[in-house]
């Protein structure tokens, strides 16, 4: 009988509420089949998806209405004014791969300790684990563009602000790539180096960071990848870059020359991803 | 100890010696000895190699900073800096309470659908344009085709999109929908098509040999195989999605990053420090679920 | 020398992992140990470089009471102790040499360890160390490139590297195949008699552990059952030690291997 209690106990809640299918075989033997949950999850999406059309006044029949107006900017985008990349664009352009470069490899450098830290299978103290994880969260999940205007108002307008701002991006999204991959490590390694005398630094070192360092510097290709891409937006709110750019000439509504940004940008962006994929195939084979 | 390793060896070298096979043991020494060092000769040189990496990387970093200077901070600087981390613990509770739209619990409530809409749409909208992108269920022609406009969509910044869509919707959350819809379906179409291209083709043979037909081939051998990626993917992006809802917000895409930037440029730290706490919360919260629910769908109940 | 004193293991959870073992080994022999899985083998084996620590009981090396050795002093004891581990524990990225060579870390600064930078003399002893095992030829190879058998001779010359007068062998075949564990047998069984290093090894192949080992240890639910040499091992003694049930042999390993994956 307790035993019977402890087994309802450990059944999820839904399967209480709507008991399984009880499915007796012909040879005598019967087996619980658990009532699909998909019809439930269908109508939490549904209601969920009714609520936000109403808190966000989202409407079919306006974007058919004026679906005529979609292609007037977009067709300027499209048409983009070629002579102003020579003139105007590479400079910024320039300035925002010097942040992008610094701003990853400061937020990557701090990521590095406190991926560390937040990794269950090396920290073994639970509190400071969750203690470093919370902080963590914390600064991924304040916008960069959040920063970069705080940072704006408290340095002077311009490329540093904005660099410290990819800063705290990069050191957010790094030390979370970085302590998920650092938790599938082999760990037999480190107790060997513990089997035989090494104290846990030099364990550490010596049987971890090798399986590391690969998927470190791969991580660290990837942020860059994605700071690039940010970095056009930190402009608006001053923070230097080609941002600057977009915004001064979005707010000038001289869409043939964002057009020719955005071309640019693309490329660069091209150019970028195929270096860094050249880069990761050599890490593969080397390390 | 070791004293007795040393014993053991001399009584095994007299042993040896007593069996007249000195030379022999010393002639396959100096074998070992030979071999060792050669091989040790023959170690690859990996020093410079690395010099050179570490002095590119060097040379390419010196180089970024040359652009950045540190110009101290503004004279208002070190206030402000005081001024947002003092009012921090201090929020204006007026605001985080208030149930009217002005208030932080509706802009919550109209973030969350912005992004809620804008993956729904996202994901939609991204699998009849990756099956249509995957080599292995269409022609390589025309798999190119759509991958080449779904790198263009992605390469399009998404505040572009948010001005494109404007004038279409007017400024607000409405915006904000279409913006994101849009922006998934790069990054959401990129990892559905790995899915189908991963798919295990053995299954469908298995189900050709039970004499299936090709809706019960898709309903039985390819939506298990997908689904679990497909909803895994989506959830990924709500997250990404929730965190750029805010961003849109500057350009008057709604959601709660608009009047959290007003309130930045206006010095109202008060009201900055009652967004900051809802933004932080809600994503913090969303970010957990979303891993709990991921887990599930790899690694299956339990 | 190592001794067990009325030795006992009682886990966290209440679990007796060893009951009252009293032991007495000599420098320079080669003991099997043998019993079912989860009999306290592995138990046994690694409370003497203390990766478990006992609960009851003294256990003495050398001269040592092995328990009351603390931080630096015990990582300095653990020197002369090499161990072997099952899945080898290998920096399957690295090459074969700086596996080996990991085993000097203990006794540099760290600055050297951080660089990696390790003198000629400590390359050639590590190269030695693998010329010992007959796998030079592999030693700028990466460790991921090798078998599973060139794997644990790796592994085997990292630990000789070290220089111990112990080894402890925690299942050291049982991931290998049938002929490749008889050649890795044989190279403990060389080394155990070339350097007078003794060693300790849990096996699950009976034949192997009859044919190499100069002495067996039953163990059963904790407890020793047998102690004796190998030539006195009889059909009784390995019923006694086995319960009654079928004795694994070389060609049951997977079977062996399935019933511990399903048990």
Known sequence: MAAKKAKEKKMPLFDRIIKPQHITLPNGHSVDRPRSRTPLILLCLVAVVAVSIYATGFSISTIIKRADQLPVIFGQILTPNWSFIGARVMPPL?????????????????????????????????PTLLFFRLILSIIRSIPTLVYASILALIFALGAFAGTVAIMFFTLGIAAKMLYESIETIDMGPYEAMQSFGANTLQSFWAACWPQILPVYLDTCLYCFELNV?????????????????????????????????VVTLFVVVFVIDLINDYLREKLKKRQ | MEAVMNEHEEMKKTERTANGDVAGDILSRLESRVRVLEKLMSEPKMLWMRLLIFGIIAVIVYWGSSAITYNGITDRGSGIAVNVFKNLLNPDRELLFNLTRDGVPFLVLETIGIAVLGTVFGAILAIPISFLSATNIVPKGIAYLFRAIVLFIRTIPSLMWALIWIRVTGPGAFCGVTTQSICSIGMISKMYIMAIENLDTGILESLDACGCNTFEKIRV????????????TAIYR????????????IVGAGGIGSPLMQSISSFKYQRVAAFLWALVLLVVIIEWISTQIRARLAHGRS | MIEFKNVSKVYPNGTRGLNQINLKIEQGEFLAIIGLSGAGKSTLIRTINRMIDITEGRLIVDDVDVMSLKGRQMRRYRRKVGMIFQSFNLVS????????????VPDMPFWKTFFGAYSTDQKIRALEALDK????DKAYHRCDELSGGQMQRVALARTLNQNPSIILADEPVASLDPIIADVVMSDFARINRDMNITILL??????????????????????????????????????????????????????????????
């Not at chain 3, 990225?93 to 000097?104: F, K, P, Y």
């Open chain 3, 93 to 104: 990225r690295a090459t074969v040499i700086r596996n080996v060579l990991t085993s000097n």
């Open chain 3, 133 to 136: 095992v007959n796998i030079l």
């Open chain 3, 202 to 263: 849990n096996i699950h192949h009976v034949d192997l552990a009859l044919k190499y080992a100069t002495r067996v240890i039953g163990i059963r639910a904790g407890e020793i059952v047998y102690d004796g040499p190998t030539s006195e091992v009889t059909q009784e003694v390995l019923d006694m030690v086995y319960n009654g049930k079928a004795i694994p042999k070389t060609t049951d390993v997977e079977n062996e291997e399935l019933k511990e994956m399903v048990g």
């Open chain 2, 238 to 249: 709500f997250d990404i999605n929730l965190k750029d809802a805010t961003v849109l917000g």
């Open chain 2, 221 to 232: 051998g390819i939506i298990p195989q997908l689904s679990a990626s497909f909803i895994s």
């Open chain 1, 94 to 126: 320039l300035e925002t791969i010097q942040m992008s470069i610094v701003g990853t490899v400061a937020g990557c450098l701090i990521a590095l300790p406190l991926s560390i830290l937040s990794s269950a299978n090396i920290n073994r103290n639970r």
């Open chain 1, 229 to 261: 891409r940010a970095s056009a937006i930190l402009g608006y709110v001053g923070a230097g870059g080609v941002g600057v750019l977009i915004s001064d000439r979005t707010g000038l509504r001289k869409y043939h020359d964002v057009g020719a940004i």
